[in-house]
């Protein structure tokens, strides 16, 4: 015959029952915990003890005998055109010196996945500039440079164009519709106080030559279908032409992200033991070169690109795709002559 359950074992409940009695309350925890843990993985803690460092640049005596400077519109093509070149020149004693236009602050995709808000905020967009330059740096970092390589001039994202062509004067300054500023926001940008015209975009990047005097100078390519890309071209050589001076004419490289017509890289997705193929059609015609990469150099240039996670969680294919045996560039001088014939 089975004892009669005491009066104090109603009392004391097993954890078991516990969860069992409050199972609304368990599920709303574990609800909670989940998306907590989402966000916390969105927000990337690693990034938040990476630092960005003042906008100084060195000058060519402090930089040394051999000085390269990349120029990517977004924080991200600088490792796509030539993070493998740039971890191997680092590795050999060369200084390398990289300059941001822009915090890439105008992708709306990545700030809505890592907000997990999919309304327009403006202070978002600033927030995700911040976040895309310690992403720079980060990437940086795992090439081998240190985070004084960093120059952000903090002009703004799908701008540059415009800056150009209607918002040349200083007095004249472009505001942008996604971060809602009109002049630079970042405290650790070159030349902060500076508002949105091209007169600025081009003065910053004429004394930035002036005073780094690059042997080498990647840039992007004149036909990029990238309004910020070709526009960062044309910048670019109009810097070159208000510094002009035989100490400084650097041998150009332009280097390719994003082609008009045709999906490239082919095949997308991580394929680092293939080469980058030259580009087709169109701009097949210019002589394209192509630089081999350590083995290492290409691990690293991975991890670089990796380092963007803002934009590795959504373009994930077309980042590694760009991870390969070599880079590929031509010289601005022999794009001219193929565009001239
Ligand atoms: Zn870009």
Known sequence: MMSATRPDEKLVSSPRCWVRRHWALTALAACVLVILGIY??????????VSI????????????PTRIMVVAPHPDDGILGAGG???????????????????????????????MNPFHIPSQYR?????????????????????????F??????????????????????????????????????NPSANYCGANLVEDLASILSRYQPMILYLPH????????????RAVMLALEASASPAASP????????????????????????????????????????????????????????????????????????VRTNEIYVSATNVAEVTAK
């Open 40 to 49: 916390i993985y969105l927000q990337t803690p690693v990034l938040w003890f």
């Open 53 to 64: 460092e003042p906008g100084i640049v060195p000058t060519h005596e402090q930089a040394g």
């Open 85 to 115: 070149t740039m971890a191997a020149a680092a590795a050999e004693g060369a200084s390398v010196l990289v300059v941001y236009l822009t915090n890439g602050d105008a992708n709306r995709a990545a700030r809505r996945v890592i907000t």
């Open 127 to 151: 927030a995700l500039g911040t976040r895309r330059q310690k992403e720079a740096v980060l990437a940086l970092q795992r090439l081998g440079l240190s985070s004084a390589a960093a120059v």
């Open 153 to 190: 001039l903090n002009y703004p994202d799908r701008g540059l164009t415009p800056l150009l062509e209607s918002h040349w004067s200083p007095d004249v300054p472009y505001k942008s519709r996604f971060t809602n500023r009109d002049a630079k926001y970042s405290a650790q940008a070159f």
């Open 222 to 233: 004149p036909e990029d279908a990238h309004p910020d890309h070709h526009a960062g071209y």
């Open 251 to 322: 041998e150009t490289r332009c280097f390719m992200v994003h082609l008009f017509e045709e999906r490239w890289p082919v095949p997308g997705g991580v394929h680092v033991s293939l080469p980058l193929s030259i580009l087709p059609v169109s701009i097949a015609a210019e002589p394209w070169h192509s630089a081999v990469l350590p083995k290492w150099a290409v691990s690293a240039k991975m991890n670089a690109i990796r380092a963007h996670y803002s934009q590795w969680l959504t373009s994930r294919r077309f980042l590694a795709a760009f």
